[in-house]
């Protein structure tokens, strides 16, 4: 028997994602499901449904209340949590990074310090040499993993996780998928989805 | 020392509000907290965001997803769910019929009715004949609830709950405030408004 998946769709800008990417692995494994980090842009599908920003930027109840929602639960879980100086980051070159690690096997710790430098610490990571100093710190090469993220079949790739996303009616993050299609959206739909990947 | 109080926002239109409506009260009384339940409209908050409709309609994607995820939470729950055919209703009448409601102590049982009404049996709660039949069914003088509802100071009641709501930040529906101004939004956070309620 294959073990059961659950894929985990984010934005390496998107503050929930942070919530989740800190704990799906551990819910996952307790389950005995598999994880398949699936970084993808949510930019274009922003731009696709009409809005040029974050929804927490162009609705400022919404921007406010995000904030304190995480705070509120960030505080449960033990978590930091600090917005960064801009918001939402560009994180093309790290959703990029991310996917060579995901040949690499090192995805899973990358995308954790990639959130937690941002919001645990409120670091850019649209800066490439704060991608560098995670990658150091995860044991990574980082000059070798930052030029391989620069190659047409890695860029691709991100490409086609967006697109994938989309037509998976994915219209937010973090999302989760589980039994092929079967979509949660939100932080607090992990725990369902994990149990929908054990029935599946 | 006086009772907890949790407030509950709702747009009787709202359907994850339907999901909190059938188990706030039953929720709430468990840990000791009175439920003081505030009808409000959402579409003057929508339209000051820029949205002509519900986002539901507006966005595709997020209003497939909305049907999918409460036909799941709905069946763990053994609640019907239905969308009525036209989505969403006109929820005027039935906030101010309501607001009679809260005036004469049966405003949890008419919300209930109402929504179970409509996301429970799809029926067209804009049509003054069908609260008319919920009221008989919870024992209310419908002609004069009806008649009540038009008022001048029944219709001020649920002009002043829209701006309080807007003014406290609030943008969807449920919401709910604790402790005077803490806010939580959705379903999903029920519980954890209730706790804080508690603690207030």
């Known amino acids: 028997m294959t073990k059961s998946k659950l894929t985990f769709w984010y934005d390496l800008a998107s503050t929930y994602s942070y919530l989740s990417a800190m704990r799906v692995e551990a819910l996952a494994e307790v389950e005995g499901v598999e994880v398949v980090w699936r970084p993808f842009l949510l930019g274009p599908i922003f731009v696709a449904q009409g809005w040029a920003s974050s929804p927490f930027n162009l609705y400022p109840a919404k921007g406010a209340y995000m904030v304190r929602d995480i705070d509120r639960i960030a505080s449960l879980r033990e978590l930091p949590f600090v917005m960064p100086k801009v918001f939402p980051s560009n994180s ?65 790739r991100l490409k086609d996780n967006t697109e994938v996303a989309q037509s998976l009616g994915i219209f937010g993050a973090p999302s989760f998928t589980a039994d092929d299609d079967e979509l949660f959206w939100g932080d607090d739909r992990l725990e369902q989805a994990v149990a929908w990947a054990t029935q599946a």
């Open 92 to 156: 093309l070159t790290a959703a990029r990074v991310a996917l060579v690690g995901a040949e690499d096997g090192w995805i899973a710790p990358f995308t954790r310090a990639v959130y937690a430098a941002q919001f645990g610490a409120g670091q850019d990571i649209a800066d490439p040499a704060v991608l560098a100093s995670l990658l150091d710190d995860i044991g990574q090469d980082a000059g070798r993993a930052l030029a391989r993220a620069t190659q047409p079949a890695v860029k691709d």
